[in-house]
DNA sequence: GATTGCATTTATCAGACATAAAATGCAATT
DNA sequence: AATTGCATTTTATGTCTGATAAATGCAATC
């Protein structure tokens, strides 16, 4: 999302090893070397700081700053006044991305996410107090209140203070969020505008692919999720129509908060994956209508089983006691207040 | 641009009349007119602070306030230790409901949008030019900022600045904003969670026979945007399904900003009333599947007429130059930026 | 001639204080 | 008993300052 693109982690920007990085230096470094392995770049190869710069849309100096940080790990070496070169394999570039990839970005945003789901959280509150507990500055928190907000399940009461509202726990909610894909996903696919990404679609097969092959079981839930969700993104993309995609990432940024607690069996994903692959060769053959069909009957599928998980496990969990406000209702279009 | 906008930046609160009235106490007044209005109260009905309170949401501070800067204005009075009772017709509430109405509460975010249509922003900035050039504080700025990034209009670059994205100055992102209503404002009249709100209909149903009634030679164009969504609004809110309502809500936001400027004659107005009242009929008498259809044509044709209107005005308009990027490309979904 | 390395400028952010406004408690009144 | 009127407390915003990070210009180098 937009709003907080830009991170910065600013706890204490000194690490363990003594490299200093902070700002965009930490995600830039991130980039830089998922450029280098997604064009398999060799060793070797010059880094520009300058084009790095100008690919990143930010100016010179995060480059440098990130370049030095990859240099403190090997990853790039500088040569005086040629520039940095590029100084791993695919190999260790992996594990260097594993180990930045590491620092959550939006930590604290999660955090409270899940301290709300599991009811720690007060029905209602004011900044200062989250400000206080969970040790953020005002702007920091200010930005992930208002990403709360605009994702439909945190309200700013007119006057003072915040109140959270009920969607999230609410295994309801959930099956009303599939019920909205099931209405905007084949509708996207039936887009007059509607093109095939022939890039997007390769990347997706083989990565849907992958998981078929057994790699599923290597991935954590919250990777699954991650994977499921650019699938659907990248289709709802290709109607070329943003709105639908723009509506979608709405509805998975809520999703992701719930639904890796309640994944489905290893055997169900995979079950998805081959359904996926299906649905990519029929719309490469240019059966849209079997493809929004067939779209529509997996979403259907997906959305009972998860509501099941979701229902059963909301049994077993203990739900805050605040929730009960008498009715399922959600009031999640609460963004538009009144002044 | 930033040269010749040396403002003052200092907002006075105090007005002409003298009455110092600020924060959350005109929005309430209006609120507290709003209710009067809308329940018929009488001459002397007695206006219980707490409950007002009670009834928006905040602390008896603001709505005190309220009351005093409605005494001002002699809607209200006071009686020592008795409280405040309504003093004004329905005449006078209309009157005064008008003149507070006017005072518009993002009146800033509106002309940034205007000039931003108008071509005479450029298209990327730094916070700080802005805030001089309007004359707002920061944290007024951010949240506005933040909200047209949310609109989709306005992305952050990764370090310091904004740029601003093409959406609003095409008009095929118009007529791709119907598309997307075609899909899901049906859908949601199909949704089996879908219960008629008998007073939302009513309401709604009073308001269109009043604008088939020549009511609609009365009202400004912004105006009667305002009740067109609000009708299909209060329908999706029916589904009982808030990501529908939800969705098109911001697609909503979105549309007010530019449609305004492209509203069809009276005598097309006329007829869309007419079949909002048709819709309305259908769905009373149950018919859901003709209703659903028969809104998707009601879209179809609205969507065809707004294109034509805008695309000519587009031609006659003088494009800011920075637009031409070549492609008619709709870069909305910008929102999923990698870091 | 492009690119680097460094220095300078500019923008944003964090912390602190003062201020305005909302929330709240309580005695007084009907 | 409910509600008002007032006083007090709490909360958030505006503004300032210093710190830090990003943007940018330019000489030096390959």
């Given at each position: 999302m937009a709003a907080n693109s830009r991170m910065k982690?600013?706890?204490?920007?000194?690490r363990a090893d003594g490299s200093r990085t902070s700002g965009l230096a930490l995600p830039i470094a991130r980039k830089i070397i998922e450029l280098a392995r997604r064009d398999h770049l060799p060793i070797g190869a010059h880094l520009p700081k300058h084009q790095l710069a100008l690919a990143f849309h930010v100016s010179r100096s995060p480059v440098r700053a990130a370049l030095e940080c990859l240099e403190a790990r090997g990853v790039v070496i500088q040569r005086r006044h040629r520039g940095y070169f590029l100084a791993a394999d695919s190999r260790k570039l992996e594990r260097v991305a594993a180990a930045l990839g590491?620092?959550?970005?939006?930590e604290p945003y999660l955090r409270i996410a899940a301290d709300r789901l599991a009811g720690k959280l007060p029905e209602q509150f004011t900044e200062l107090e989250l400000m206080r507990h969970y040790g953020v500055s005002r702007a920091q928190l200010h930005m992930m209140l208002t990403r709360m907000a605009q994702e439909g399940w945190l309200q700013r009461k007119p006057g003072y203070g915040w109140k959270f509202l009920p969607v999230l726990t609410s295994a309801e909610a959930h099956g009303l969020s599939y019920r909205f894909r099931m209405a905007i996903e084949p509708a996207a696919i039936l887009e007059p505008t509607f093109r095939i990404d022939a890039k997007g679609f390769a990347r997706a097969r083989a990565e849907q692919q992958a998981l078929v092959d057994g790699r599923i079981r290597e991935l954590s839930s919250a990777e699954l999720f991650s994977i499921g969700s650019r699938f659907h993104e990248m289709i709802a993309r290709c109607s070329g129509n943003p709105f639908f995609h723009e509506a979608l990432l709405r509805v998975n940024r809520l999703r992701r908060l719930i639904e890796y607690r309640a994944m489905g069996d290893t055997e169900r994903f995979l079950q998805q994956a081959r359904e996926h692959l299906r649905l990519l060769d029929l719309l490469e053959a240019g059966e849209r209508e079997r493809a929004a069909a067939f779209l529509r009957g997996h979403l259907e599928v997906v959305r009972a089983v998860k509501s099941t998980v979701l229902r059963s496990g909301a049994r077993r969990r203990t739900r805050p006691k605040a929730e009960q406000t008498g009715s399922t209702a959600i009031a999640m279009g609460a963004s538009h207040v009144h002044f």
């Open positions: 982690n600013t706890h204490r920007p000194s590491r620092h959550a970005e939006d």
